[in-house]
């Protein structure tokens, strides 16, 4: 039996309303529940770090317009359904649309995110990987050809997909990440590592986006190149 919509009389019955509303969507958007375990770690992280006021007023309205622009998907998701439940043009680009203010938001948090940490996450992660950045180049080559050997052995395992279409793991992905991991242990600059890893990114997806592999598939391909190109600069 559904409740009877109630009009809020007092102040406190509309934030009573308001959180009702909030909990609601943290219930049922798996979406939000990742924000908010994100924003979680960024106050976290932010507080253990001791940034300056100003960055963590900025950080906070970042992570404030994130889960309020997802607050308003969510919204905009349920009246598209309400007035539009069957398949309509006009209500997939409502949806859209709204996704793509949350898309906006969270890139712009994340760059508000990252003109916050790097000065302190840089140097730390610098100085830990600068063993490594003294191998020479031929050891991405070498990184590469052991991540291939390994796709192929494990499809053998499995029985499924070819070398270079379907099957556990995702080869595209294996490659494409290891070779975005020795861009980031050569000492190029971060934001030559932000552009290697988006392009392994972007690989890994096209092959969700083609049905050739599933996300377990794609995300052991990456872990495998990862773990594997830093065994080798490790060892090399």
């Known amino acids: 039996m559904t409740r009877e919509p109630v009009k809020p009389s007092t102040w406190l019955e509309s934030v ?42 900025l950080l906070a309205f970042a992570v404030t ?39 906006m938001a969270t890139v712009g948090a994340a760059a ?3 003109f916050a940490f ?35 052995l494990f499809k053998a395992r499995f029985g499924r997909g070819t070398p270079l279409h379907g099957g556990m793991p995702s080869g595209h992905a294996a490659v494409a990440f290891s070779i ?19 392009l392994a990114v972007m690989v890994s997806h096209s092959r969700l986006l083609m049905r050739i592999h599933d996300v377990r598939e794609v995300v052991a391909g990456a872990g495998l190149g990862i773990l594997l190109t830093l065994l ?3 060892l090399l």
């Not at 969507?25 to 770690?41: K, V």
């Not at 830990?128 to 390994?150: C, D, K, N, S, Y």
């Not at 975005?180 to 988006?198: K, Q, R, Y």
């Open 180 to 198: 975005a991991t020795s861009i980031a242990l050569s000492d190029v600059g971060v934001v030559i590592v932000v552009l290697a890893l988006a």
């Open 112 to 114: 508000v995110g990252y």
């Open 232 to 234: 080798v600069h490790l």
């Open 16 to 57: 009573n309303c308001a959180i009702e509303g909030i909990l609601w969507a943290a219930r049922t958007q798996r979406h939000l529940r990742w924000h908010f375990l994100a924003a979680m770690a960024v106050f976290m992280a932010a507080l253990y770090l001791r940034i300056p006021v100003v960055e963590l007023i």
């Open 118 to 152: 790097s000065r302190y996450v840089f140097p730390v992660v610098r100085e830990g990987i600068a063993p490594l950045q003294r191998a020479p180049g031929e050891v991405a080559v070498v990184a590469v050809i052991a991540v291939t050997i390994m796709v192929v």
């Open 65 to 103: 317009l994130v889960l309020f622009a997802e607050l308003v998907n969510t919204a905009v998701e349920i009246v598209v359904d309400m007035v539009s439940p069957g398949a309509s043009e006009k209500a997939r680009l409502a949806k859209d649309v709204a996704a793509g203010a949350v898309l």
